[in-house]
């Protein structure tokens, strides 16, 4: 399926409002049935859950950044497209978008992620210039995140078998500035440039790990390289494991303190490595099954992406049965307003401690779309905050 060019600016749109993050996202397509009714209740939404203005994406601005992404050759690709990374689409926390330059055959490849630290060591990098480069010529591509030391160089050693950079900021603001030609390189020689965020975003401090949950996402497995105990390259091994995916680890001296995370990391359970075989023998069951992104495939990890059929309204496609956690109603939800004591009764249930939507719905005796429909409009006043296993928070 595809998106037509109305439905991508929707989407487009839809995912530039705020306070709209990937979680709000599958929610408003579930509860409306399409990206272009959720712009539609989004201030309605707001206003309810207790914010007078809520900033929509308007067509204008859309429309602007989809012509200048034409012109720097970067393209949108959505969640559910073919071209959308399978395993990807599997992790909780998705980007229903992304921004891609270079070449999208490079994501239908297994991938590894390598990953370290920014000041690294001379061996450091020349171990990861030797597992990114035997990576490549046994057909896996190499993905990690453009940063200085070891990312670099493991971009850099798998050029030409193919690697892809994920970007914390937009297309048009690489960072670290020196990085621009080799993101240029990737491109030229069939990689990838991928980000979620607006094309001139500058990337800021918590936007780094947003970008490592997708290195991770993308993956099949990580490998660490070097790493300091308060490294963000122990981000994106955390979200590897929650995300189901191998976490690799090098050893190192316990006197560097650039080893002591990887050094946890085996201690804590992580394979180790040092050779390329640790990481091949690993990955090639998960590669054989399709493991990292059975999910996406069989509705488990996404069951959101079938209610898209709706939107895509595809002639001939048997649509696949709805998990639990999308609404009850066959039909966009109404934005008729909730009872008082509706909305009272689920915000009296909720705290700063994640609690489960289903114990929600359970304890207040209320429909799920209720449910659902009140939580939304907490969600886009700023006052509730998404969590993994479809729980949910308040926010201060």
């Not at 399409?34 to 429309?63: F, H, I, T």
């Not at 480069?133 to 591509?141: N, S, T």
């Not at 946890?264 to 490595?273: P, S, V």
């Not at 489960?356 to 939304?376: E, H, M, N």
Request: with cysteine.
């Amino acid at each position: 399926m595809r998106l037509t060019d109305e439905q991508r600016l929707d989407w487009l749109r839809l995912i530039r409002s705020e306070n709209v993050g990937p979680r709000t996202f599958r929610a408003l397509i579930n509860q409306f049935g399409g990206a272009g009714a959720a712009l539609e209740a989004l201030p309605d939404l707001a206003r309810r859950g207790g914010r007078l203005l809520l900033k929509v994406a308007s067509r204008a601005e859309a429309e602007k950044e989809m012509a200048e992404a034409a012109r720097m050759g970067v393209r949108f690709i959505a969640m559910g497209e073919p071209d959308y990374p399978k395993t990807l689409q599997a992790i909780d926390t998705a980007p229903p978008m992304i921004a891609l330059r270079g070449s999208a055959d490079v994501l239908a490849k297994p991938g590894v992620a390598i990953v370290g630290s920014r000041n690294a060591s001379a061996s450091g990098l020349t171990f990861t210039e030797r597992m990114a480069r035997q990576l490549g010529e046994q057909g896996y591509v190499v993905i990690s995140g453009l940063a200085r030391g070891i990312d670099t160089r493991a971009h850099k050693a798998s050029l030409a078998s193919g690697t892809v950079a994920v970007l914390a900021g937009g297309q048009a603001r690489i960072y670290p500035s020196e990085n621009e030609p080799l993101t240029r390189a990737i491109v030229d020689q069939g990689g990838a440039v991928i980000s979620e965020m607006p094309l001139g975003w500058e990337p800021r401090g918590r936007d780094f790990p947003r970008r490592n949950r997708i290195v991770s996402g993308l993956s099949y497995g990580v490998l660490v390289v070097e790493a300091a105990r308060r490294s963000g390259s122990l981000i994106t091994a955390r979200f590897a494991l929650e995300q189901g995916r191998e976490v690799f680890a090098v050893p190192g001296s316990p006197l560097d303190p650039r080893a002591e995370g990887t050094n946890d990391l085996i201690r804590d359970g992580a394979t180790l490595c040092a050779e390329v075989s640790h990481i091949t023998s690993a990955l090639e069951p998960l590669i054989a099954t399709g493991a990292a992104y059975a999910g996406a495939q069989e509705g488990g990890a996404s069951p959101w992406i079938e209610e898209l059929w709706d939107e895509f309204d595809l002639p001939g496609v048997e649509r696949a049965p709805l998990g639990s956690v999308l609404p009850e109603a066959s039909e966009p939800e109404s934005i008729a307003p909730q009872k008082l004591s509706d909305a009272g009764s689920v915000i009296e249930l909720l705290g700063p401690s994640p609690v489960a939507i289903d114990d929600l719905v359970r304890l207040s005796g209320l429909p799920i779309r209720v449910v659902q429909t009140t939580l939304l409009e907490l969600e886009l006043a700023g006052r509730l905050e998404r969590h993994g296993g479809n729980a949910v928070s308040l926010v201060g």
